[in-house]
């Protein structure tokens, strides 16, 4: 990880080489760390994703799982009480 100063990122904020994230320090104190968007991005996906197999093992601790045949049955059942556009378009 690059070690760069508040100065050197004020003057070189547009030309910024953030293949790393790089860490600016105040005063010799780490203050910021800068990162490419891209990064950003990838982390919180990463983050999110995390988050929702905690979740996935918490209902599963639980017993809040069903089958994947009883889900698609519970879906067909959902979609038979939907009534199609046309019928929709009619009334």
């Given at each position: 990880?690059?070690?760069q100063?508040v ?8 030309k ?6 790089m ?12 990162e490419?968007?891209e990064?950003?991005k ?9 988050k929702?197999?905690s979740?996935?093992?918490e209902d ?9 045949a009883s889900f698609?049955?519970m879906l ?10 046309d ?5």
């Open positions: 990880m690059k070690i100063t100065s050197y990122l004020k003057s070189n904020a547009a910024l080489d953030l293949e790393e994230p860490v600016i320090t105040q005063n010799g104190i780490p203050s910021y760390v800068i490419s968007y990064d950003r990838r982390r919180d996906d990463a983050i999110a994703l995390m929702l197999l979740f996935s093992h599963k601790k639980h017993g809040k799982v069903v089958s994947s698609k049955s067909a059942e959902r979609k038979s009480k939907v009534p199609l556009n019928e929709a378009s009619k009334n």
